[in-house]
Nanobody, 124 residues
């Protein structure tokens, strides 16, 4: 059973930075995808960034390109999201997601496993 636990959220002023972490357990091998999603009040959960663990191929939502970086430490089983130049519209609950297999795209439908979320609040 895969379990995902996020940490690193908090409150920051616009222009600041945060690094989110996700501790993953239950995975074997490296053929799976992980990602970060955001859900803001009144909105659907949306994909921010994904990474295919075996080759570290990444993909980003347009809102994250140039500001956010997703990375994965296979030895530590940790997923990261480095967020720079934060904007108030980045505010929301950030969820770590994972799946098994080769499917990897920026949609909630691609993922089977979810963490409990960590709150990010960016003030202007």
């Amino acid at each position: 059973q895969v379990q995902l636990v996020e940490s690193g959220g908090g409150s920051v002023q616009a222009g600041g930075s945060l690094r989110l972490s996700c501790a993953a357990s239950g995975y074997t091998g490296s053929h799976y995808c992980m990602g970060w999603f955001r859900q803001s009040p009144g909105k659907e959960r949306e994909g921010i960034a994904i990474i295919y663990v075996s080759d570290h191929e990444t993909s980003y939502d347009d809102s994250a390109k140039g500001r956010f970086t997703i990375s994965h430490d296979r030895d530590k089983n940790l997923l990261y999201l480095q967020m720079n130049s934060l904007k108030p519209e980045d505010t929301g609950m950030y969820y770590c997601a994972g799946n098994r297999g080769d499917s990897c795209w920026l949609s909630t439908s691609a993922f089977n496993y979810w963490g409990q979320g960590t709150q990010v609040t960016v003030s202007s």
